[in-house]
């Protein structure tokens, strides 16, 4: 059967569903679409012709930024009912892949037991502790987070993850969600033509979703990947393995690595930054500045930053930090390259940001090209921002 260009493609260790398990999916995925497509936009024409005009009568000025503006459209209708509808999609989405997934975890997980073939590897380390940030909220409203385990050599945090981002990005990240991973292969290659990595490192790698196209750019390379999370990792290592893609996974947490200085021409990371906090990520920076070997380069992505936005698209950008359990986005969108580089030992004439069309979507032109949250930022763009050494 040929496999859509919207359809997730099936491998190994993705969970398979019942017929009325697949279509409470779809009718996620559809809600999620009719949200972004139907229904955010008008949130624009509210504010612009009933909630700023009367916030200008009041006050003889306009809201002055995202937060002003957050304030006085939570007292709108029509925003409260698409916020609480939104919310509600992203229950719905994590309960429809947690289901299918409980019901055949045991087989998931000696599947995952059996991943060879590829010749990736997989070292864990029971001894690392799942920092604060990760573990005081079930980041982006999954239950248990990245991090929580059920079962001996657990798997479900990786398997509900991976159904569970292709329907919140509603199939726009590609079939193999791997939209992110790339986009930023394809802005490496055009950037810096001549860079030919040895050894590749991915931060917080999360099911290894962004990982492999870096394998399938640079073939001759190694490449590595960790993630702070035990069930994280043993499913990207299955899942990579069932796609013939060699992996060295590790369970690490991105602020203090064991891997020896300058061992790496290039690392990456992908939509991390924004669920660590702001100690963690200078940690982040300053591990970069430490692994890379000289002329090494570090590339992050993220949704676009608020600078150069309008305050009304940050604002609704900016609705994940208040109701998805992302405490540290608001933050992560405020950060300057150019200071972080200062801080964790990098030349700030060295560092560089752009935004980057996204690989799949600039190919299909299905994109929603607007801002609004729980969709990935919209837009069909990706910020990414980076050193050199």
């Known amino acids: 059967m040929k496999t859509s260009a919207h ?12 017929v009325d398990e697949f ?50 459209m939570n007292r709108d209708d029509h925003y409260k009912t698409w916020s609480s509808l939104l919310r509600t999609s992203q229950e719905m989405m994590w309960t429809s892949c947690q289901v299918p997934v409980a019901r055949q975890l045991d087989a998931l997980i000696d599947t ?17 502790a799942m920092p604060r940030y990760l573990t005081a909220v079930d980041i982006h409203c999954q239950p248990g987070s990245y991090h929580a385990e059920v079962a001996k050599d657990d798997v479900a945090a990786g398997a ?34 001549d860079l030919a990595p040895k050894r590749i490192l991915d931060l917080g790698c999360a099911a290894g979703h962004s990982t492999a196209p870096y394998k399938q750019a640079y073939p001759d390379a190694e490449i590595f990947a960790v993630d702070v999370a035990a069930p994280m990792v043993r499913y990207a290592h299955a899942r990579a393995e069932s796609l013939g893609v060699p992996i060295h996974f590790s369970q690490q947490n991105a602020e203090s690595m064991d891997f020896e200085d300058g061992s790496f021409d290039l690392i990456v990371s ?34 676009p930053p608020y ?30 390259p150019r200071e972080a580089a200062v801080e964790s030992g990098f030349d700030p004439d060295k560092t560089f940001e752009t935004m980057a069309p996204s690989a799949f979507e600039a190919a299909q032109a299905k994109r929603s090209n607007v801002f609004q949250g729980g969709d990935f930022g919209g837009g069909g763009l990706w910020y990414l921002y980076g050193f050199q050494k």
């Open 7 to 18: 359809e997730q493609f099936a491998h190994a260790m993705l969970p398979e569903t019942t």
């Open 23 to 72: 279509s409470r999916q779809e009718f996620v995925k559809s809600f999620k679409l009719h949200l972004a497509n139907k229904v955010s936009p008008n949130n624009r024409v509210v504010y612009e012709r009933q909630v700023r005009p009367a916030f200008e009568k009041e006050h003889g000025r306009p809201p002055k930024n995202r937060h002003e503006i957050r304030k006085v």
């Open 112 to 128: 995952a037991k059996t991943a060879n073939g590829a010749g990736g590897t997989l070292t864990l380390n029971p001894d690392v």
């Open 160 to 193: 509900v993850y991976d159904r569970g981002v292709y329907l919140y990005a509603m199939g726009r990240i590609g079939p193999a969600n791997d939209d992110i991973g790339a986009s930023q292969v394809a802005y490496i290659q055009h950037a810096y033509p």
């Open 270 to 303: 992908h939509i991390l930054i924004h669920e660590t906090s702001t100690t963690a990520f200078r940690n982040i920076m300053k591990e970069c500045h430490r692994l890379l070997a000289p002329a090494g380069l570090a590339v992050h992505s993220e949704t």
């Open 307 to 336: 600078k150069n936005m309008d305050d009304y698209d940050a604002f609704i950008l900016d609705w994940d930090a208040y109701n998805n359990n992302e405490p540290f986005w608001g933050k992560s969108h405020e950060i300057e």
